[in-house]
């Protein structure tokens, strides 16, 4: 089985700045890697994914997350953030063995002015 | 397409009652997956679907809960007899195989 790890809940930074949202994995198999983004009252929405291929993969609204197997680990980055990025940021991992997604915690970003 | 289609988007019952949350999916997508979202718990998958045909229900907590999906087109969860507990945020999302979900509005569903 598949789990993930956020490492920090809570992520509080200001407009401009350049964030990164940690995520670590664990699995026996290869892997599928995920980032979706939740706006408050609504539902979860893809902002990118790893399915092979690019270790770097770009997604929506300037996010890009770096798969690096050695350390497990799959970080969600984006250089310069926005107030209406707040929101909720969770990490899921799954594989070719069934598709379901084991979802993180999620982390709270929080942009400031 | 319209995306993944939950209704309804609210739900307040009384203790004992049967609930059923129901899902569309986006048409082609050939497997759907019921979640369920919590402060304490976050997100925590109950059953999913391929072709219409249940693969894992691991993750229904109890008899009370149910659920179906009798063509590719519609999916129902039932909760009977519901219980406080049970509120929660109940997600529907659809994927074509491994490529991502899609995931519904969700049901915020509320026993009293």
């Known amino acids: 089985a598949q789990s993930v790890t956020q490492l920090d809940s809570q992520v509080p930074v200001f407009e401009e700045a350049p964030v990164e949202l940690r995520c670590n994995y664990s699995?026996?198999?290869?892997?599928?890697l995920f980032w979706y983004v939740q706006y408050p009252n609504q539902g979860l929405q893809l902002l990118l994914k790893y399915l092979s291929g690019s270790t770097l993969v770009k997604g929506i609204n300037g996010f890009e997350a770096e798969f690096n197997k050695s350390q497990t680990s799959f970080h969600l980055r984006k250089p310069s953030v926005h107030i209406s990025d707040t929101a909720e940021y969770f990490c899921a991992v799954g594989s070719n063995s069934g598709y379901a997604l084991n979802f993180g915690k999620g982390t709270s970003l929080l942009v400031t002015p | 397409d319209a995306g993944v289609i939950q209704s309804p988007r609210h739900e307040v019952t009384e203790m004992g009652q049967e609930v059923t949350l129901r899902c569309k999916p986006i048409?082609?997508?050939?497997?759907l997956f019921w979640y369920r979202q919590t402060m304490m718990r976050g997100l925590e998958l109950l059953i999913y679907f391929n072709n219409n045909v249940p693969i894992d229900d691991s993750g229904m907590p109890e008899d009370r809960f149910s659920a179906k999906m009798p063509n590719a087109s519609f999916s129902t969860l039932k909760i009977q007899p519901s219980e406080p507990r049970d509120s929660a945020v109940y997600f529907c999302?659809?994927?074509?195989?491994?490529?991502?979900?899609?995931f519904g509005s969700g049901t915020r569903l509320t026993v009293v």
């Open positions: 048409s082609g997508h050939d497997y």
């Open positions: 999302a659809s994927s074509l195989g491994g490529d991502g979900y899609t």
């Open positions: 699995s026996s198999v290869s892997v599928y």
